[in-house]
Protein backbone atom coordinates (compact mmCIF):
# COMPACT_ATOMS: atom_id res chain seq x y z
CA UNK A 1 0.00 0.00 0.00
CA UNK A 2 1.52 3.20 -0.86
CA UNK A 3 0.93 6.08 1.28
CA UNK A 4 2.37 8.98 -1.12
CA UNK A 5 1.74 11.65 1.42
CA UNK A 6 2.95 14.98 1.25
CA UNK A 7 5.57 15.92 3.68
CA UNK A 8 4.68 18.13 6.20
CA UNK A 9 7.56 20.42 5.93
CA UNK A 10 7.11 20.72 2.33
CA UNK A 11 3.31 22.19 2.46
CA UNK A 12 1.28 21.26 5.51
CA UNK A 13 -2.08 22.68 4.24
CA UNK A 14 -1.57 20.08 1.06
CA UNK A 15 -0.06 17.56 3.73
CA UNK A 16 -3.44 17.81 6.29
CA UNK A 17 -5.90 17.30 2.98
CA UNK A 18 -4.07 14.16 1.62
CA UNK A 19 -4.04 12.67 4.95
CA UNK A 20 -7.37 13.05 5.99
CA UNK A 21 -8.66 11.55 2.74
CA UNK A 22 -6.26 8.78 2.24
CA UNK A 23 -6.66 7.69 6.28
CA UNK A 24 -10.08 7.16 5.05
CA UNK A 25 -11.21 9.91 7.77
CA UNK A 26 -13.40 12.12 5.51
CA UNK A 27 -13.42 13.17 1.57
CA UNK A 28 -15.54 16.29 -0.09
CA UNK A 29 -19.10 15.66 -1.42
CA UNK A 30 -21.20 16.66 -4.19
CA UNK A 31 -22.16 19.67 -2.33
CA UNK A 32 -19.96 22.41 -2.43
CA UNK A 33 -18.18 23.14 1.17
CA UNK A 34 -19.64 20.29 2.87
CA UNK A 35 -18.35 16.58 3.54
CA UNK A 36 -18.71 12.92 3.61
CA UNK A 37 -17.54 11.67 7.00
CA UNK A 38 -16.62 7.63 6.51
CA UNK A 39 -16.75 4.79 8.69
CA UNK A 40 -13.31 5.20 10.00
CA UNK A 41 -13.29 9.07 10.67
CA UNK A 42 -17.32 8.69 12.16
CA UNK A 43 -15.99 5.69 14.36
CA UNK A 44 -13.87 8.46 16.24
CA UNK A 45 -16.21 11.14 16.28
CA UNK A 46 -18.10 8.41 17.91
CA UNK A 47 -15.68 8.15 20.80
CA UNK A 48 -15.72 11.54 21.19
CA UNK A 49 -19.27 11.69 21.49
CA UNK A 50 -19.69 8.76 23.96
CA UNK A 51 -16.85 10.36 26.27
CA UNK A 52 -18.13 14.29 26.01
CA UNK A 53 -21.85 12.79 26.60
CA UNK A 54 -20.71 10.91 29.30
CA UNK A 55 -19.11 14.25 31.00
CA UNK A 56 -22.30 16.08 30.69
CA UNK A 57 -24.75 13.59 32.15
CA UNK A 58 -22.52 13.50 35.12
CA UNK A 59 -22.79 17.34 35.47
CA UNK A 60 -26.60 16.63 35.50
CA UNK A 61 -27.33 17.54 31.53
CA UNK A 62 -29.91 16.18 29.39
CA UNK A 63 -30.35 15.65 26.01
CA UNK A 64 -32.97 17.13 23.82
CA UNK A 65 -33.16 17.72 20.19
CA UNK A 66 -34.51 21.25 18.54
CA UNK A 67 -35.57 22.26 15.12
CA UNK A 68 -33.28 22.21 12.19
CA UNK A 69 -34.93 25.29 10.68
CA UNK A 70 -35.62 29.05 12.62
CA UNK A 71 -38.32 31.71 11.68
CA UNK A 72 -36.46 34.91 10.13
CA UNK A 73 -38.21 36.77 12.50
CA UNK A 74 -36.48 34.65 15.53
CA UNK A 75 -33.11 36.44 14.43
CA UNK A 76 -34.06 39.80 14.13
CA UNK A 77 -35.06 39.81 18.51
CA UNK A 78 -31.43 39.88 19.46
CA UNK A 79 -29.40 42.36 17.31
CA UNK A 80 -25.63 41.19 17.96
CA UNK A 81 -26.85 37.58 17.46
CA UNK A 82 -27.95 38.49 13.41
CA UNK A 83 -25.38 40.64 12.78
CA UNK A 84 -22.78 37.84 14.30
CA UNK A 85 -24.13 35.35 11.75
CA UNK A 86 -26.50 37.08 9.20
CA UNK A 87 -23.23 36.48 6.12
CA UNK A 88 -23.18 32.72 7.40
CA UNK A 89 -26.82 32.02 6.98
CA UNK A 90 -28.24 29.68 4.27
CA UNK A 91 -32.31 30.74 3.74
CA UNK A 92 -34.95 28.49 2.83
CA UNK A 93 -37.93 30.11 0.89
CA UNK A 94 -39.71 27.61 -1.28
CA UNK A 95 -41.47 24.51 0.23
CA UNK A 96 -41.72 22.68 -3.13
CA UNK A 97 -40.54 22.16 -6.46
CA UNK A 98 -42.44 21.58 -10.11
CA UNK A 99 -41.45 20.17 -13.51
CA UNK A 100 -40.64 23.00 -15.97
CA UNK A 101 -42.88 23.70 -18.96
CA UNK A 102 -40.28 21.16 -21.36
CA UNK A 103 -40.96 18.59 -18.87
CA UNK A 104 -37.00 17.88 -18.29
CA UNK A 105 -36.22 20.79 -15.85
CA UNK A 106 -36.88 20.72 -12.61
CA UNK A 107 -37.56 24.14 -11.22
CA UNK A 108 -38.06 25.85 -7.77
CA UNK A 109 -42.71 26.50 -7.81
CA UNK A 110 -43.27 30.26 -7.57
CA UNK A 111 -46.18 29.30 -5.94
CA UNK A 112 -45.15 27.63 -3.14
CA UNK A 113 -43.29 30.80 -1.45
CA UNK A 114 -43.21 30.76 2.24
CA UNK A 115 -44.96 33.05 4.38
CA UNK A 116 -41.95 33.62 6.78
CA UNK A 117 -38.52 32.58 5.33
CA UNK A 118 -36.51 29.81 7.31
CA UNK A 119 -32.73 29.97 8.46
CA UNK A 120 -31.21 26.73 8.42
CA UNK A 121 -29.61 26.99 11.80
CA UNK A 122 -26.18 28.42 12.46
CA UNK A 123 -26.29 27.93 16.09
CA UNK A 124 -29.62 27.33 17.73
CA UNK A 125 -30.13 29.65 20.62
CA UNK A 126 -32.94 31.84 18.77
CA UNK A 127 -35.29 28.52 18.64
CA UNK A 128 -34.27 27.61 22.12
CA UNK A 129 -34.86 30.50 24.24
CA UNK A 130 -38.44 30.81 22.10
CA UNK A 131 -38.96 27.09 23.43
CA UNK A 132 -38.10 27.75 26.98
CA UNK A 133 -40.50 30.84 27.52
CA UNK A 134 -42.96 28.21 27.26
CA UNK A 135 -40.74 25.76 30.09
CA UNK A 136 -40.30 28.15 32.30
CA UNK A 137 -42.55 30.03 34.85
CA UNK A 138 -41.21 30.11 38.34
CA UNK A 139 -37.67 29.48 40.28
CA UNK A 140 -38.69 25.70 40.46
CA UNK A 141 -38.49 25.21 36.80
CA UNK A 142 -34.63 26.57 37.18
CA UNK A 143 -32.16 25.67 36.21
CA UNK A 144 -32.63 24.11 32.92
CA UNK A 145 -29.47 22.05 31.62
CA UNK A 146 -29.83 21.09 27.67
CA UNK A 147 -27.42 19.82 25.78
CA UNK A 148 -28.10 18.70 21.53
CA UNK A 149 -26.00 16.99 19.39
CA UNK A 150 -26.91 18.02 16.32
CA UNK A 151 -25.77 19.62 12.26
CA UNK A 152 -25.42 22.98 11.59
CA UNK A 153 -25.12 25.00 8.51
CA UNK A 154 -22.59 28.27 8.33
CA UNK A 155 -22.09 29.17 4.44
CA UNK A 156 -17.71 29.29 4.80
CA UNK A 157 -16.58 30.84 1.36
CA UNK A 158 -13.07 29.42 2.05
CA UNK A 159 -13.80 25.07 3.61
CA UNK A 160 -11.26 23.06 4.79
CA UNK A 161 -12.24 18.98 5.63
CA UNK A 162 -13.15 19.18 9.70
CA UNK A 163 -11.76 22.76 10.29
CA UNK A 164 -14.04 24.88 8.47
CA UNK A 165 -17.23 23.37 6.34
CA UNK A 166 -20.56 25.07 5.35
CA UNK A 167 -22.04 21.79 7.62
CA UNK A 168 -20.87 20.15 10.40
CA UNK A 169 -21.62 18.19 13.45
CA UNK A 170 -21.39 19.23 16.84
CA UNK A 171 -23.18 19.46 20.11
CA UNK A 172 -24.26 22.53 21.65
CA UNK A 173 -25.60 23.25 25.56
CA UNK A 174 -28.00 25.31 26.11
CA UNK A 175 -28.40 26.20 30.23
CA UNK A 176 -30.82 28.67 31.97
CA UNK A 177 -30.41 29.66 35.20
CA UNK A 178 -31.79 31.84 38.20
CA UNK A 179 -29.18 33.86 39.15
CA UNK A 180 -25.69 35.15 37.02
CA UNK A 181 -23.74 33.77 39.44
CA UNK A 182 -25.46 30.21 38.61
CA UNK A 183 -24.84 30.71 35.04
CA UNK A 184 -21.49 31.97 35.45
CA UNK A 185 -19.91 28.99 37.30
CA UNK A 186 -22.05 26.94 34.13
CA UNK A 187 -19.77 28.53 31.83
CA UNK A 188 -16.88 28.31 33.68
CA UNK A 189 -17.59 24.24 34.61
CA UNK A 190 -17.91 23.48 30.87
CA UNK A 191 -14.93 25.35 29.85
CA UNK A 192 -12.91 22.94 32.46
CA UNK A 193 -15.09 19.93 30.98
CA UNK A 194 -13.84 20.71 27.56
CA UNK A 195 -10.36 21.15 28.69
CA UNK A 196 -9.83 18.20 30.77
CA UNK A 197 -11.45 16.05 27.62
CA UNK A 198 -8.84 17.63 25.42
CA UNK A 199 -6.29 17.14 27.36
CA UNK A 200 -6.89 13.48 29.26
CA UNK A 201 -8.77 12.03 26.31
CA UNK A 202 -6.93 13.61 23.11
CA UNK A 203 -4.11 14.03 24.25
CA UNK A 204 -4.06 17.77 22.90
CA UNK A 205 -2.87 20.24 25.90
CA UNK A 206 -4.93 23.73 26.08
CA UNK A 207 -4.59 27.17 27.75
CA UNK A 208 -8.23 28.38 29.29
CA UNK A 209 -9.05 31.76 28.25
CA UNK A 210 -11.78 34.64 27.42
CA UNK A 211 -12.09 35.87 24.09
CA UNK A 212 -11.52 39.47 24.04
CA UNK A 213 -14.66 41.82 23.28
CA UNK A 214 -14.31 41.80 19.54
CA UNK A 215 -13.84 37.96 19.38
CA UNK A 216 -16.79 36.80 21.36
CA UNK A 217 -19.50 34.76 20.15
CA UNK A 218 -22.58 37.32 19.18
CA UNK A 219 -24.84 38.12 21.81
CA UNK A 220 -22.51 37.03 24.69
CA UNK A 221 -21.72 38.99 27.47
CA UNK A 222 -17.96 36.43 28.05
CA UNK A 223 -16.79 33.97 26.23
CA UNK A 224 -14.42 31.69 27.39
CA UNK A 225 -12.60 29.30 25.41
CA UNK A 226 -9.63 26.55 24.58
CA UNK A 227 -6.85 26.91 22.51
CA UNK A 228 -4.70 24.56 20.93
CA UNK A 229 -1.26 24.31 19.00
CA UNK A 230 -0.90 22.41 16.29
CA UNK A 231 2.22 21.34 14.52
CA UNK A 232 2.91 23.88 11.80
CA UNK A 233 2.83 26.98 14.78
CA UNK A 234 -0.99 28.06 14.16
CA UNK A 235 -3.69 27.64 16.80
CA UNK A 236 -6.57 26.25 16.94
CA UNK A 237 -10.40 27.26 18.85
CA UNK A 238 -11.06 23.71 20.15
CA UNK A 239 -14.27 24.34 22.55
CA UNK A 240 -16.24 27.51 23.94
CA UNK A 241 -18.45 28.26 25.96
CA UNK A 242 -20.19 31.80 26.46
CA UNK A 243 -22.09 33.55 29.40
CA UNK A 244 -24.84 35.06 27.30
CA UNK A 245 -26.51 36.98 30.90
CA UNK A 246 -30.40 37.94 30.11
CA UNK A 247 -30.02 38.98 26.55
CA UNK A 248 -31.79 36.25 25.09
CA UNK A 249 -33.91 35.80 27.47
CA UNK A 250 -35.14 39.58 27.22
CA UNK A 251 -35.05 39.11 23.64
CA UNK A 252 -37.72 36.34 23.84
CA UNK A 253 -39.39 37.33 26.80
CA UNK A 254 -38.47 34.61 29.30
CA UNK A 255 -39.43 35.37 32.92
CA UNK A 256 -39.76 33.67 36.06
CA UNK A 257 -41.22 34.20 39.10
CA UNK A 258 -38.22 34.16 42.10
CA UNK A 259 -38.92 32.82 45.28
CA UNK A 260 -39.37 36.46 46.39
CA UNK A 261 -42.43 36.68 44.44
CA UNK A 262 -40.40 38.93 41.72
CA UNK A 263 -40.78 38.75 38.23
CA UNK A 264 -37.10 38.28 36.73
CA UNK A 265 -35.27 37.51 33.53
CA UNK A 266 -33.25 34.26 33.23
CA UNK A 267 -29.79 33.88 33.35
CA UNK A 268 -28.14 31.71 30.08
CA UNK A 269 -25.22 30.09 28.80
CA UNK A 270 -24.23 28.05 25.63
CA UNK A 271 -21.42 25.86 24.83
CA UNK A 272 -19.96 23.73 21.87
CA UNK A 273 -17.35 21.78 20.18
CA UNK A 274 -17.67 19.86 17.00
CA UNK A 275 -16.16 18.15 14.46
CA UNK A 276 -13.34 20.83 14.00
CA UNK A 277 -11.90 18.32 16.70
CA UNK A 278 -11.37 16.07 14.29
CA UNK A 279 -9.29 18.39 12.55
CA UNK A 280 -7.16 19.31 15.90
CA UNK A 281 -6.65 15.47 16.16
CA UNK A 282 -4.64 15.32 13.01
CA UNK A 283 -3.02 18.16 13.42
CA UNK A 284 -1.84 17.86 16.84
CA UNK A 285 -0.29 14.22 16.82
CA UNK A 286 0.29 13.04 13.07
CA UNK A 287 3.51 12.44 10.85
CA UNK A 288 4.79 11.98 7.77
CA UNK A 289 3.82 8.10 7.91
CA UNK A 290 -0.76 9.12 8.12
CA UNK A 291 -2.42 9.54 11.66
CA UNK A 292 -1.69 9.20 15.08
CA UNK A 293 -4.14 8.20 17.43
CA UNK A 294 -4.31 8.23 21.00
CA UNK A 295 -5.31 4.91 22.26
CA UNK A 296 -8.55 6.43 23.99
CA UNK A 297 -10.03 7.74 20.87
CA UNK A 298 -8.47 5.15 18.46
CA UNK A 299 -11.48 2.45 16.93
CA UNK A 300 -8.34 0.17 16.98
CA UNK A 301 -6.62 0.24 19.65
CA UNK A 302 -4.52 -3.09 18.92
CA UNK A 303 -4.04 -4.93 15.23
CA UNK A 304 -2.45 -7.75 15.21
CA UNK A 305 -1.46 -9.08 11.72
CA UNK A 306 -0.27 -12.81 11.28
CA UNK A 307 2.41 -14.03 9.34
CA UNK A 308 1.99 -17.04 7.41
CA UNK A 309 3.02 -19.34 4.72
CA UNK A 310 0.34 -22.27 5.20
CA UNK A 311 -3.51 -22.48 6.51
CA UNK A 312 -2.07 -24.91 8.53
CA UNK A 313 0.01 -22.37 10.04
CA UNK A 314 -2.68 -19.76 9.81
CA UNK A 315 -4.89 -21.43 11.92
CA UNK A 316 -2.56 -22.09 15.09
CA UNK A 317 -1.81 -18.36 15.04
CA UNK A 318 -5.48 -18.07 14.95
CA UNK A 319 -5.83 -20.29 17.84
CA UNK A 320 -2.74 -18.69 20.03
CA UNK A 321 -4.78 -14.81 19.21
CA UNK A 322 -8.08 -15.82 20.53
CA UNK A 323 -6.54 -16.97 24.01
CA UNK A 324 -5.53 -12.82 24.47
CA UNK A 325 -8.08 -11.19 22.27
CA UNK A 326 -10.46 -12.81 24.44
CA UNK A 327 -8.58 -11.14 27.79
CA UNK A 328 -8.62 -7.63 25.46
CA UNK A 329 -12.51 -8.34 25.10
CA UNK A 330 -12.64 -8.28 29.03
CA UNK A 331 -10.53 -5.19 29.30
CA UNK A 332 -12.22 -3.16 26.69
CA UNK A 333 -9.15 -3.11 24.37
CA UNK A 334 -10.09 -2.81 20.72
CA UNK A 335 -8.97 -5.05 18.55
CA UNK A 336 -8.73 -6.49 14.89
CA UNK A 337 -7.41 -9.71 14.01
CA UNK A 338 -6.53 -9.15 10.22
CA UNK A 339 -6.28 -12.57 9.02
CA UNK A 340 -7.18 -11.62 5.56
CA UNK A 341 -5.09 -13.60 2.86
CA UNK A 342 -5.26 -11.32 -0.24
CA UNK A 343 -2.95 -8.64 1.49
CA UNK A 344 0.58 -9.44 2.56
CA UNK A 345 1.86 -8.53 5.58
CA UNK A 346 4.34 -5.42 4.61
CA UNK A 347 1.07 -3.82 2.72
CA UNK A 348 -1.00 -4.60 5.91
CA UNK A 349 1.46 -2.70 7.86
CA UNK A 350 1.45 0.30 5.78
CA UNK A 351 -2.18 0.24 6.35
CA UNK A 352 -2.42 0.64 9.91
CA UNK A 353 0.37 3.13 10.00
CA UNK A 354 -1.51 5.17 7.88
CA UNK A 355 -4.42 4.84 9.97
CA UNK A 356 -3.01 5.35 12.94
CA UNK A 357 -3.36 2.18 15.22
CA UNK A 358 -1.32 2.95 18.27
CA UNK A 359 -0.03 -1.01 18.68
CA UNK A 360 0.53 -3.51 16.31
CA UNK A 361 1.42 -7.05 17.05
CA UNK A 362 3.32 -9.37 14.63
CA UNK A 363 3.05 -13.32 14.97
CA UNK A 364 4.11 -16.35 12.81
CA UNK A 365 5.63 -19.83 12.93
CA UNK A 366 8.25 -18.72 14.54
CA UNK A 367 6.98 -16.28 17.57
CA UNK A 368 4.67 -19.52 18.29
CA UNK A 369 8.11 -22.07 19.05
CA UNK A 370 9.47 -19.29 20.69
CA UNK A 371 6.09 -18.18 22.70
CA UNK A 372 6.66 -14.80 21.90
CA UNK A 373 4.95 -11.74 20.09
CA UNK A 374 6.39 -8.75 18.35
CA UNK A 375 5.08 -5.74 19.19
CA UNK A 376 5.35 -2.14 18.02
CA UNK A 377 4.12 1.13 18.96
CA UNK A 378 2.87 3.36 16.14
CA UNK A 379 4.17 7.06 17.77
CA UNK A 380 7.68 5.72 17.66
CA UNK A 381 7.83 3.00 15.21
CA UNK A 382 9.77 1.04 18.32
CA UNK A 383 9.49 -3.21 18.40
CA UNK A 384 10.12 -5.35 21.34
CA UNK A 385 9.36 -8.87 21.42
CA UNK A 386 7.50 -10.14 24.57
CA UNK A 387 6.49 -12.92 26.16
CA UNK A 388 2.92 -14.49 25.53
CA UNK A 389 2.47 -15.60 29.38
CA UNK A 390 2.86 -11.56 29.91
CA UNK A 391 1.21 -9.78 26.69
CA UNK A 392 -2.11 -8.32 28.05
CA UNK A 393 -0.51 -6.90 30.67
CA UNK A 394 2.38 -5.58 28.80
CA UNK A 395 0.03 -4.03 26.15
CA UNK A 396 -2.60 -2.97 28.44
CA UNK A 397 0.65 -0.67 30.26
CA UNK A 398 1.77 0.45 26.51
CA UNK A 399 -1.65 2.06 25.68
CA UNK A 400 -1.71 3.95 28.90
CA UNK A 401 2.25 4.54 28.03
CA UNK A 402 1.33 6.05 24.60
CA UNK A 403 -1.50 8.10 25.81
CA UNK A 404 0.54 10.07 28.40
CA UNK A 405 3.81 9.94 25.80
CA UNK A 406 1.43 11.33 23.10
CA UNK A 407 0.31 14.30 25.17
CA UNK A 408 4.06 15.03 26.76
CA UNK A 409 5.52 15.53 23.24
CA UNK A 410 2.50 17.94 22.32
CA UNK A 411 2.50 19.93 25.33
CA UNK A 412 6.95 19.77 24.96
CA UNK A 413 5.99 21.68 21.63
CA UNK A 414 3.48 24.23 23.08
CA UNK A 415 6.08 24.97 25.69
CA UNK A 416 8.57 25.19 23.08
CA UNK A 417 6.42 27.63 21.22
CA UNK A 418 5.07 29.93 24.00
CA UNK A 419 7.37 33.31 23.29
CA UNK A 420 7.09 35.94 25.58
CA UNK A 421 7.76 39.10 23.05
CA UNK A 422 8.58 43.06 23.87
CA UNK A 423 8.40 44.88 21.17
CA UNK A 424 6.60 44.72 17.79
CA UNK A 425 9.55 44.09 15.85
CA UNK A 426 10.00 41.16 18.16
CA UNK A 427 6.67 40.25 17.52
CA UNK A 428 7.03 40.07 14.13
CA UNK A 429 10.15 37.95 14.25
CA UNK A 430 8.54 35.55 16.13
CA UNK A 431 5.44 35.16 14.67
CA UNK A 432 6.47 34.43 11.26
CA UNK A 433 9.79 32.58 12.19
CA UNK A 434 9.03 30.72 15.17
CA UNK A 435 5.64 30.41 15.17
CA UNK A 436 3.08 29.20 17.71
CA UNK A 437 1.88 31.60 20.60
CA UNK A 438 2.98 35.16 21.25
CA UNK A 439 2.92 36.68 24.79
CA UNK A 440 2.39 40.30 24.60
CA UNK A 441 1.44 42.95 26.70
CA UNK A 442 -1.78 45.00 24.64
CA UNK A 443 -3.63 48.17 25.42
CA UNK A 444 -6.88 46.62 25.47
CA UNK A 445 -8.38 48.14 22.63
CA UNK A 446 -10.39 46.91 19.79
CA UNK A 447 -8.18 49.73 17.24
CA UNK A 448 -4.80 48.08 18.19
CA UNK A 449 -6.11 44.67 18.20
CA UNK A 450 -7.51 45.21 14.52
CA UNK A 451 -4.53 46.55 13.44
CA UNK A 452 -2.20 44.18 14.83
CA UNK A 453 -4.37 41.76 12.51
CA UNK A 454 -4.48 43.71 9.49
CA UNK A 455 -0.63 43.63 9.58
CA UNK A 456 0.62 40.20 10.91
CA UNK A 457 -3.04 38.17 10.16
CA UNK A 458 -2.17 37.17 14.09
CA UNK A 459 -5.34 37.50 16.33
CA UNK A 460 -5.35 37.78 19.98
CA UNK A 461 -6.37 33.82 21.15
CA UNK A 462 -7.14 34.41 24.44
CA UNK A 463 -6.94 36.22 28.01
CA UNK A 464 -4.93 33.26 29.70
CA UNK A 465 -7.44 32.69 32.94
CA UNK A 466 -4.59 32.10 34.75
CA UNK A 467 -2.21 35.24 33.65
CA UNK A 468 -0.41 37.33 35.98
CA UNK A 469 -1.57 40.96 36.94
CA UNK A 470 1.26 42.85 35.73
CA UNK A 471 2.11 46.09 34.66
CA UNK A 472 3.37 46.85 31.19
CA UNK A 473 3.37 48.74 27.95
CA UNK A 474 1.82 47.38 25.00
CA UNK A 475 3.62 46.21 21.97
CA UNK A 476 2.55 48.54 19.05
CA UNK A 477 1.12 51.52 20.61
CA UNK A 478 3.37 51.73 24.03
CA UNK A 479 0.46 52.71 25.66
CA UNK A 480 -0.32 50.97 29.24
CA UNK A 481 -0.87 47.29 30.19
CA UNK A 482 -2.70 45.28 32.61
CA UNK A 483 -0.74 41.76 31.45
CA UNK A 484 -0.16 39.70 28.21
CA UNK A 485 -2.68 38.13 25.77
CA UNK A 486 -1.90 35.57 23.55
CA UNK A 487 -1.43 36.31 19.71
CA UNK A 488 -1.29 33.56 17.26
CA UNK A 489 -1.67 32.97 13.23
CA UNK A 490 -5.27 30.74 13.46
CA UNK A 491 -7.12 28.16 12.05
Known amino acids: MSKNITKRSEDYSKWYNELVVKADLAENSGVRGCMVIKPY??????????????????TGHQNAYFPLFIPKSYFSKEASHVDGFAKECAVVTHYRLRTAED????????????????????????????????WIESYRDLPILVNQWANVVRWEMRTRLFLRTAEFLWQEGHTAHATEKEAVAEAEQMLDVYADFAENFMAIPVVKGFKTENERFAGAIETYCIEALMQDGKALQAGTSHFLGQNFAKAFDVKFTSQ?????????TSWGVSTRLMGALVMTHSDDNGLVLPPNLAPIQVVIVPIHKTDEQLEAIREEVKKITDRFKKLNISFKFDDRTTFKPGWKFNEYELKGVPVRIAVGPKDLENGTFEVARRDTFTKEVVAKEGIVEYVQDLL??????????AYQYRADHMTEVNSFEEFKEVLDGKGGFVSAHWDGTVETEEKIKELTKATIRCIPIDRKEEEGICVFTGKPSKGRVLFAKAY
Open 41 to 58: GYAIWEKMQAELDKKFKE
Open 103 to 134: GKTIEVDPDARLEEELIVRPTSETIIWDTYRK
Open 260 to 268: EGKQEHVWA
Open 400 to 409: ETIQKDLFDR
